[in-house]
């Protein structure tokens, strides 16, 4: 996943370059060299951005499977709280 998002990212860096400096009417040796030192840019940011995102999704899957546990921790002591409350004392005669 991170691969495909940083040649994502270096893909969409040198399209955009290479579009605007065709478009401003940039000699084309120029525009190709901007355009490739983009895609690396934008690749090396795109690769970041992913790999601090997924990084994100790890630790939040994490904390939400570590506050179920909790929880049903919680559930079953309180189960437990309530059986142990309504049960009878028994009569010793």
């Not at 040649?7 to 490739?36: D, H, K, P, Q, Y």
């Not at 030192?37 to 499977?65: I, N, Q, V």
């Amino acid at each position: 996943m991170i691969r495909r998002g940083t040649f994502a990212a270096g893909f969409l860096g040198f399209t955009f370059v290479i579009m605007t400096g065709l478009a401003l009417g940039n000699e084309w040796g120029r525009t190709l060299i901007s355009a490739t030192l983009a895609a690396l840019a934008f690749g090396l940011m795109g690769h970041w951005w992913m790999t601090l995102w997924l990084r994100s999704m790890m630790e939040a899957h994490f904390e939400k499977t570590e506050l179920e546990a909790i929880a049903a921790q919680n559930a079953a002591a309180s189960k437990a709280e309530q059986n142990s409350g309504n049960q009878k004392p028994s009569d010793p005669n």
